[in-house]
């Protein structure tokens, strides 16, 4: 493991503990050297126990008297956002790199196809929302190639896989994610809706966005989205098109009104996502909490990289 940048978790919860799997499952640039808790019985720490991972459940201050703290690059935060804020001043304080799984976004919403590389020498970056990390992909994929007026996505998940953190942040998600179609995904305007429905069986995360654009034509938006899809797919295997992307045009006799920025003309897009996770500890059906916690994986070994060639440059 020599030559890979040291890794610690905090939050043994469900994102943590599948987090952990795929650190420790699907290894490249970083060593997961610890996972810390407030829970001693928690199922996250045995997990992270038996697959030789040091823990702790004594929180940050458990993690900073761990002998191995010292040479820690990265930290990954999975437990909330009034926590984050404690976690993120004090180990700023220490140099380290934080990935922030929570909705504080303190630090630059990171989407990693879309606009990871300019933010790798950040010391936090902020994974936004699971929805956020589904469709903000595609906005930008349109962004690329035409001028995006409006954006509105929404997100279906199954009800099982929205856990109380979810339930208790609704309007912050929408919000969280609303800002992000705009600041990364490159919309004048925003707008994130989410639906957590309860059928049974549990049904895969869905994922539609809307564009309003102009500038752009149909093939070269087909092309933008199939080649950000790709992208996506080399961390996220479960991410697809569910069709083909739709178009519908919109001319001076039909105009559409946009919420916010009055009369629209030009092309509206329709593409429909299926996100299946990877089930390395979350059930598969939970794609939107294994896109977070690939997006997360991703970003650090990104960071990773980075450090590295610091280290030798």
């Known amino acids: 493991m020599s030559g890979k940048v040291k890794a610690a978790i905090i939050g043994s919860g469900n994102i943590g503990t599948d987090l952990m799997i795929k650190m420790v499952k699907y290894p490249q640039n970083m ?12 199922e996250g720490l045995a997990m992270a126990r038996e697959r030789g991972v040091a823990t702790t459940h004594e929180g940050i201050d458990g993690l900073k008297a761990m002998a191995v703290y010292p040479e820690i690059g990265i930290v990954f935060d999975a437990t909330s956002a009034y926590a984050h804020k404690v976690h993120d001043e004090a180990l700023r304080a220490d140099g380290k790199q934080v990935v922030d799984l929570t909705p504080a976004a303190i630090g630059p919403f990171t989407i990693p196809p879309v606009n990871m590389h300019a933010h790798l020498d950040q010391p936090n970056v902020n994974m936004v929302t699971c929805g956020g990390q589904a469709t903000i992909p595609m906005v930008a994929a349109v962004s690329q190639v035409a001028t995006v007026h409006y954006a509105e996505i929404v997100a279906s998940v199954s009800s099982r896989s929205a856990g109380p953190g979810t339930r208790a942040n609704i309007d912050e998600f929408t919000r969280t994610t609303a800002r992000a179609i705009e600041e990364v995904g490159g919309a004048a305007k925003g707008k994130a809706i989410i639906i957590l429905n309860p059928a049974e069986p549990p ?22 989205v ?8 080399k961390y996220v295997p479960g991410y697809r098109l569910k069709q083909e992307v739709q178009f519908e045009r919109y001319g001076d006799n039909n105009k559409l009104k946009i919420p916010g920025r009055g009369e629209f003309t030009g092309l509206k897009t329709s ?35 980075r450090i590295a060639e610091k280290v030798t440059a």
Do not use: C, W
């Open 31 to 42: 060593e997961l050297v610890a996972v810390v808790g407030i829970d001693e019985a928690s």
């Open 203 to 224: 049904m895969i995360m869905r994922d539609t966005v809307f564009t309003l654009s102009e500038g752009g034509d149909e093939a070269a938006i087909r092309a933008s």
């Open 226 to 233: 199939a080649k950000m899809v790709a992208e996506v797919q």
């Open 271 to 305: 593409i429909f996502l299926e996100v299946e996770g990877a089930g390395d500890y979350l059930p598969s059906y939970s794609g939107n909490l294994d896109i977070m916690t690939a997006a997360a994986k991703a970003t650090g070994e990104l960071l990773a990289q």
